[in-house]
């Protein structure tokens, strides 16, 4: 059965056990080896003197016979001990060099055994220094008489070991918390009192300091009376925010693992050094504030069905992370060359699928806080002149990030010291402090090996472990986790100074990938001649620069020092195997990592099991190892290609209407060259209020003014028949921005200081200049050939786009999509929380978030509800039936009923789902308005459906209740700005710059990251004859993608308008 808890009992015996058993054997193999190799000469002289000195005699006497063997006694058979001596001492002197630099001598032929005992008793005597050293703080130990992971406490600190109940009664003195008197019942452990009293189980050490007489975690017995601390801020209940593992997760016993036949002498240090470390406890969860009850922690998120790690096929939260990254800035990318009428094209169903998955489990919050802690202690350790601690594994649980030393060293606050040698240090996410200038990223070769039992990720720096061999003899998983181990690496923030070589792995990854991190190589000679002359420069450099590893060279101002990561995934022969041995783990360390499939070349090894978990050697670390099918690598190089696409022109071939030309750059200018007429008449306040200001990242959106200014064409936000409108909120701090979502790279939060408006190329100064303008329409003539918005006649609105806007301003239940998310006249009931009887908030924009869903796709079957939401469970499964009904049941009373009882939200029908068809959604609504040709709807048409947009498509949702959205937001975004791209040139026709103004403040507020759209507004200023207007839509478009890439340039035809601006006499960048 798979761990559920760490224990902690018979910690200290069985550590003490087998340090002493290390001891001992140690000993005995210094004894054995000093007297084979030092006292069989000696003996030798001493009983039969030198057998060279009388071999001249012997060859007289071989001719003779040997009566009573004195011949053989005395002269050959100490000759045949002194030939096997020297065959020993040889053996043990080609040991000797390969057990220090950590990796397995080369067999000579005719030495086999005795190189076998050599090694054997060098690598007891090197363990034995192991033990008796100062790093040994503890031991991680995985007993085969449990399957429970044992932690024991740090015990030694200094070279001696400290009393537990010396360290008690100091504590108790110094600080003696108030406590109650606790009967041992039947069934009592200190873990679970602790857990009971004291909200986790891991403060059963508060419960030892109080009793001084407790000497061992196990020894309480029925009937003792033990003094129990009184909690601080105790929660009501534990709260549990991740499944237990299942029951069917395969036990883990000594057994399994196979330790290291010849261990060397840097590869025992770090094996102890990691046993050490890792055999602490895991740090308690820093809490500032009592942690929520469990009703507490439900309301906001009892729909939204069990928290992931991992996908169902094991891509863990930090991989996806940076994939999704990834495809988000080339969707930005692609956005950004879009022309108006372009499309880009959907992905399969597949790849849908599977990227529903990743952005299930996503955690890029913790990425960025892994991130900035490691270049935090970059900055520290350069400022202080001090080299980088020697972080070997990192633990990433929701309360904490712990660090795992291979050496004692202080780390600065806010880090906590979570044992005595200074070897595992915590902190909380939300302490993680800002490095003060930019770094290079210290650990590039951090990268997640898989998932603990305890739901924390745990990662490995690939560079310090040097070899690591992924075995997997039952299921061939050996490749799958190699190519994720591949993928992190390439996409990881932290990755950017690494080079990644494969070998016999995911060839099609390079390509697929393109961050210029990864290399193919064809043949194993062809990579080791790189890595040799990869080395060579290295190991110059290191030497010119007077550092004797790279973590030294790393706090140092100048060059990078980029570590060489190889994946490799074939059998190589014994010369290319000891080749590669040596390039590994060469002393001083170059850089050069070996993660191998199938075979090791170490004592680090990852075997997995029948049952698909892994035990990392030789630690004894259980985890699920996190992996990436060949099904889901195949969907994962689409979605790359895809968003890597450029947008195409639709089938039919048209942009624009028949017979009339759009007004180019040219066109503007020749107009402004050879007109003094002054600019069309500006319109009403309101028709530049169309689209609210866009709002800085983090912030709540508020709920715009209506874009008509006729109240025919408004919505009536007074007459709602809820209290409280909901608007989607984030309910997790520091999420990305709504107009970006999840496909724009998007610039970290600072949680004082709010993004600069030239990220999101904020739209305010465009509302505020026209009513500025709207103040002075009496000093502007309307322009001959043109017809501001304002003069749009109403009358000139057909009786179904009438129709339609009239239901939209009613009392009907609209779903609005366009702009910030909410629900407009819902009849129900607006989820609670049981406890408090207040609004739930996150429960509630689950159930918006399903009325999304229902409104974009009418008739869902039960699978497609399901994949949408909870991709990574099982359909048929009983959890996801009670998701299902429990978020169904959820929204249909929020929902609630119309004036006949009709239900709006009825239930499944042969399977089925969908609305009421009274409930309308501002999408459907527009389309309906535009028709199916964009270029010959009529101008009152056109701008009544711009008039629906309020903001960017799902404008401040959490992504987390829209991971099936992508497709309908990205079909959105290209239709609105189609929409609002083919009134400005209508606009520029007809010489209306307030008009212009309309259709290019849409469009860059839909989707900022359009060049079209800036192109639109400069034109639309241009065309008002505001200098200043343009200069600064030109500052700011250059601050947006300055805030991406300062390399970035404007393309060819934004380079082509700002030169003829220029020419024109406006001072623009």
Not at 208 to 236: K, S
Not at 358 to 374: F, W
Not at 510 to 516: D, E, F, K, Y
Request: charged residues 20%; negative net charge; hydrophobic residues 40%.
């Amino acid at each position: 059965m798979c761990p559920t808890r760490w224990y902690v009992p018979l910690g200290a015996m069985v550590r003490r056990m087998r340090s002493l058993m290390k001891i001992i054997k140690g000993l005995a193999a210094l004894t054995v080896l000093l007297g084979l190799v030092a006292g069989v000469p000696i003996a030798l002289f001493a009983l039969v003197g030198n057998p060279l000195e009388r071999l001249p005699e012997v060859l007289q006497l071989l001719s003779r016979p040997d009566y009573g063997g004195i011949i053989f006694f005395s002269t050959i058979l100490p000759i045949i001990g002194w030939a096997l001596w020297a065959f020993f001492t040889l053996s043990v002197a080609i040991e000797i060099p390969s057990a220090v630099r950590g990796i397995k001598a080369p067999r000579i032929r005719g030495l086999g055994s005795m190189q076998g005992v050599a090694a054997t008793l060098l690598a007891a005597v090197i363990a034995l220094f192991g033990v008796v050293g100062p790093a040994n703080a503890a031991t991680f130990d995985t007993s085969s008489q449990s399957s429970h992971i044992v932690i024991t406490a740090p015990q030694q600190a200094g070279g001696h070991t400290t009393d537990q109940a010396q360290a008690a009664a100091a504590a108790q003195k110094t600080d003696s918390p108030k406590t109650f008197t606790h009967i041992v019942e039947s069934g009592d452990t200190l873990w679970g009192l602790a857990e009971k009293h004291l909200g986790d189980g891991l403060k059963y050490k508060q419960i030892l300091d109080c009793n001084p007489g407790i000497l061992d975690a196990d020894e309480i017995y029925t009937g003792d009376q033990i003094n129990i601390p009184v909690a601080q801020n105790a929660p009501a209940e534990k709260t549990q925010s991740k499944p237990a593992p299942k029951a069917e997760t395969p036990e883990t016993t000594t057994s399994e693992k196979s330790e290291p036949e010849h261990p060397a002498a840097d590869t025992q240090d770090r094996s102890s050094a990691v046993e050490n470390a890792l055999s602490a406890p895991a740090p308690e969860p820093v809490q500032e504030t009592p942690p929520p009850t469990q009703e507490q922690v439900s309301e906001d998120d009892s729909a939204m069905g069990d928290t992931f790690l991992q996908t169902t096929a094991g891509i863990g939260g930090l991989l996806a992370a940076g994939l999704l990254a990834l495809i988000g800035k080339r969707r930005w990318h692609q956005r950004r060359l879009r022309k108006a009428g372009q499309r880009t094209s959907p992905v399969s169903a597949a790849a849908a699928r599977t990227e529903r998955e990743i952005r299930d489990v996503e955690d890029p919050i913790t990425q960025e806080k892994i991130d900035q802690a490691l270049r935090f202690l970059a900055t520290w350790a350069t400022e202080n002149g001090t080299s980088l601690p020697k972080i070997f594994c990192l633990r990433a649980s929701t309360g904490a990030l712990t660090f795992y030393l291979s050496e004692p060293k202080d780390l600065p606050e806010p880090w906590a010291k979570e044992d005595d040698e200074g070897t595992v240090w915590s902190l909380h996410p939300t302490d993680v402090p800002t490095p003060e200038a930019y770094t290079d990223a210290p650990y590039p070769a951090m990268v997640t090996i898989g998932e603990d039992t305890k739901n924390a990720q745990i990662l490995i720096d690939a560079e310090y472990i040097g070899a690591l061999g992924i075995e997997d003899h039952h299921n061939g998983s050996s490749h799958h986790i190699l190519t994720a181990l591949a993928v992190e690496l390439a996409c990881s923030p932290w990755s950017e100074q690494l080079t990644i070589s494969l070998c016999g792995v995911a060839d099609d990854l390079p390509n697929a990938l393109g961050t210029g991190r990864i290399t193919s190589y064809a043949s194993i000679n062809d990579l080791l001649t790189m890595l040799q002359g990869r080395a060579a420069d290295v190991r110059a450099a290191m030497q010119a620069a007077e550092v004797s590893t790279l973590h030294e060279a790393r706090t140092l101002p100048g060059q990078s020092w980029m570590p060489e990561i190889v994946l490799l995934g074939v059998e190589p022969t014994d010369r290319q195997r000891h080749q590669l041995m040596d390039l590994v783990s060469q002393i001083p360390r170059l850089g050069i990592a070996a993660i191998t499939a199938g075979f090791t070349l170490g004592d680090w090894k990852l075997s997995v099991d029948t049952e698909g978990y892994a035990t990392l050697a030789p630690v004894g670390l259980m985890l699920k190892p996190q992996k990436i099918t060949p099904e889901q690598q195949e969907t994962i190089i689409e979605l790359l290609a895809q968003s890597a696409a450029a947008a195409e022109d639709p089938e039919d071939g048209t942009s624009h209407a028949a017979g009339e030309t759009p007004a180019t750059v040219e066109d503007v200018v020749i107009h402004i060259h050879h007109t003094d007429a002054p600019p069309a008449s500006g319109s009403s306040a309101d028709e530049l209020q169309a689209v609210p200001a866009q709002l800085h990242e983090g912030s709540v959106a508020e709920p715009a003014e209506e874009l008509a200014a006729d109240p025919e064409l408004a919505v009536d936000n007074d007459d709602k028949s809820i209290e409280h409108p909901v608007a989607e909120t984030p309910d997790i701090p520091l999420e990305a921005p709504a107009a970006a979502q999840d496909d724009e790279p998007v610039v970290p939060v600072q949680e004082t200081e709010l993004v600069e408006e030239a990220m999101l190329a904020t739209v305010t100064h465009l509302a505020d200049r026209g009513r500025e303008k709207a103040k002075d329409d009496a000093e502007l003539q309307p322009a001959d050939n043109g017809m501001s918005p304002h003069q749009v006649p109403l009358g000139d609105l057909d009786p179904d786009a009438t129709e339609l806007l009239g239901l939209v301003s009613g009392d009907t239940t609209v779903i609005r999509l366009l702009g910030t998310v909410e629900v407009l006249n819902a009849r129900g009931i607006e989820p609670t929380s049981p406890s408090t009887g207040k609004p739930a908030p996150g429960t509630t924009a689950r159930c918006v978030g399903l009325l999304a869903y229902m409104a974009l796709h009418p008739g869902a079957t039960t699978e497609q509800y399901n994949e949408a939401f909870w991709p990574n469970t099982e359909v048929s499964g009983a959890k996801a039936a009670q998701n299902r009904n429990k978020l169904s049941n959820l929204t249909r009373a929020y929902l609630g009923q119309a004036d006949d009882g009709t239900m709006l939200f009825p239930h499944a029908r042969d399977e089925r789902y969908r609305l009421d068809e009274q409930v309308l959604c501002d999408w459907t609504v527009f389309t309906r308005l535009i028709g199916d040709n964009i270029q010959t709807v009529s101008l009152p048409r056109l701008v009544a459906a711009l008039r629906l947009v309020r903001g960017a498509p799902f404008e401040g949702i959490r992504p987390k209740n829209y991971l099936w959205n992508e497709r309908n937001m990205t079909e959105m975004i290209e239709v609105i700005s189609m929409a609002a791209h083919e009134l400005v040139d209508r606009a520029m026709a007809k010489n209306d710059a307030q008009l212009a103004r309309l259709g290019a403040l849409v469009g860059r507020t839909v989707d900022p990251a359009n060049e079209q759209a800036w192109r639109d507004a400069i034109t639309a200023e241009h065309l008002a004859k505001d200098h200043s207007g343009v200069e600064e839509i030109v500052e700011k478009f250059h601050d947006y993608l300055g805030a991406f890439d300062e390399d970035f340039e404007p393309e060819d035809e934004t380079q082509q308008l700002l030169n003829e601006l220029r020419e024109v006499g406006y001072h623009v960048a």
